[in-house]
């Protein structure tokens, strides 16, 4: 959980420097279409959090008395809270035009994508039906990944 915050953080910090350090300021077409990814992952994020309900952790080891949860967002992939911190992640690095944070993004998508992993072990362990679930569901993406 250390290494996302750091990520996060990095993310955010590396657009502000490219702003700032830019000689042009934001270019608007940038502004705009990172605006509108930025803010699709932050509603995918939400809703994903909001579909676990009691179910929420920071932690990857679900809760003792969790349940399958295959509704809302988690209809169409497994991990929408991390798809979503990806898609903003990547919005706020064309926003800002950062390259940095773009690379940033991708680190952080390949973290998620190993700590699901772990998850996933553990989810299939503790809730009876997540294999057909995983096997019917994509992960990070609906229809590709």
């Known amino acids: ?14 657009g502000l420097l490219a ?10 077409a940038a502004l705009a279409s990172g605006a509108v990814l930025v803010a699709v992952g ?11 309900g009691s179910n929420l952790t920071p932690f990857p080891r679900p809760r003792e008395v969790a ?12 991990h929408p809270i991390y798809g979503g911190l990806v898609v903003a992640g990547v919005g706020w690095s064309i926003a800002t035009v950062s390259p940095l944070a773009l690379v940033l993004a991708v680190v952080m998508a390949l973290l998620f994508d190993a700590k699901s992993r772990r998850e996933e072990a553990w989810l299939t362990e503790r809730l009876p039906g997540y ?7 994509r992960k990070f993406v609906p229809g590709i990944y």
């Open 19 to 28: 702003v700032v350090s830019s000689p042009n300021g934001l270019v608007p």
């Open 1 to 14: 959980m250390a290494a996302q915050l750091v990520l996060f953080a990095a993310i955010g910090l590396s």
């Open 42 to 52: 932050l509603l995918v994020v939400a809703r994903g959090a909001a579909d676990l």
């Open 67 to 78: 349940a399958l949860i295959d509704r809302g967002a988690y209809r169409y992939v497994r």
């Open 131 to 137: 294999a057909a679930y995983r096997s019917r569901t």
